[in-house]
């Protein structure tokens, strides 16, 4: 029996699975709520308080995933699990790394319905559980399918779609990223490594909650404690996929600073990889340019004017010199299409 009762909200547009899962979970004292059109459920969501959200993750006009990006607006505290056909695997991981708790495959069975719902419920792990479900999630039978690089960037934008400020933001340190790396004369292998890794450097972004990372403002020193967690939880999570275990390093240590002042572990100089030192110039190249809500982008000068400034103590000096050498002769390429910023059109 359910000890609450908890309120659950069923999402699918087949009344008939609706109709089971409702049957079932009102006989073992839940308070079972059906919707058979996203549309209904994210009304619902409006004026009602839910636990927990069982979404079918394809239906028309809106899927399991808007349900959970819009769960994850209105209901923070609510627990959300999938509903999936197999062979959706992808979109589940992509489910996973907004916030999903977990995924059941149909055709459904009671009793699994009933662990996972009790799990979801129960289960306040947040990091380590994690990172093995977003892990297995994207473990496709195929290997050349898992390296592609659609995978990849499909996890990209499922990260970013948490904080729409940053859309296309590790599109554009992978940009500068593999641009520097050009410009430092690294081996190509190694460059595509550093490449990855820059696109996959926030997926740690995932355990930070979303009214932080979404915040219109300076952030408290409690808040940036969170943010500070996002390249170990990043590490930690490409570390389980044999496919990223070489960026997984480059991922963890992208926050570090030559001077030894960065996090998670507070490596200086050449204790932090290269790769991370590339990836650390050009994020923060990015950030320099990029407006937020609570200040504005900075002009094209003012970023070199940073980098020269923070050169030996922020940044590895060799790669801040390769950051300006390449900005100043590839003023043109700096910014990929659709990506200018108004403070970036002053430079155009």
């Known amino acids: 029996m359910a000890t609450g009762p908890y309120r659950v909200l069923v999402v699918d547009d087949e009344p008939a699975v609706c109709a089971f899962i409702q049957d079932e979970f009102r006989q073992q004292g839940y308070d079972c709520t059906v919707a058979t059109e996203p549309e209904q459920a994210i009304a619902l969501l409006d004026g009602d308080a839910f636990d927990l959200i069982l979404a079918d993750i394809s239906m028309p006009r809106l899927s399991g995933l808007d349900v959970l990006v819009c769960a994850r607006r209105k209901a923070p505290d609510c627990r959300l699990v999938l509903i999936t056909a197999h062979g959706t695997r992808d979109r589940v991981a992509q489910a996973l790394f907004l916030g999903a708790f977990d995924y059941v495959e149909k055709p459904l069975g009671a009793g699994e319905l009933l662990s996972v719902a009790s799990r979801a419920l129960h289960d306040k792990a947040q990091f380590s559980a994690l990172a093995r479900r977003a892990a297995d999630a994207m473990e496709f039978q195929d290997q050349a399918a898992r390296a592609s690089l659609d995978s990849v960037l499909a996890l990209v934008r499922a990260v970013e779609a948490k904080d729409p400020y940053t859309r296309r933001h590790s599109e554009q340190v992978a940009h500068y990223a593999k641009s520097i790396a050009e410009t430092l004369g690294l081996p190509p292998r190694l460059m595509e490594r550093i490449r990855i890794a820059a696109l996959l450097h926030d997926i740690g972004k995932i355990g930070v909650p979303d009214h932080i990372l979404t915040k219109a403002g300076p952030l408290t020193e409690e ?67 990029m407006e937020r809500t609570y200040k504005k982008g900075y002009s094209v000068e003012k970023m070199l004017a940073e980098l020269t400034r923070c050169a030996g103590t922020q940044f590895d000096p060799k790669v801040a010199a390769a950051a300006l050498a390449w900005c100043q002769s590839h003023r043109e390429a700096l910014f990929l299409p659709g990506k200018a910023a108004p403070a970036r059109q002053e430079v155009t």
């Open 223 to 289: 808040e940036f404690q969170y943010i500070r967690r996002h390249p170990r939880l990043g590490a930690e999570i490409l570390g389980t996929i044999g496919l990223f275990k070489a960026e997984s390093i480059l991922v963890r240590h992208h926050h570090e600073q030559w001077d030894g002042r960065g996090y998670p572990d507070g490596l200086a100089g050449e204790a932090s990889p290269l790769g991370a030192r590339v990836i650390m110039v050009a994020d923060c190249t990015d950030a320099m340019l």
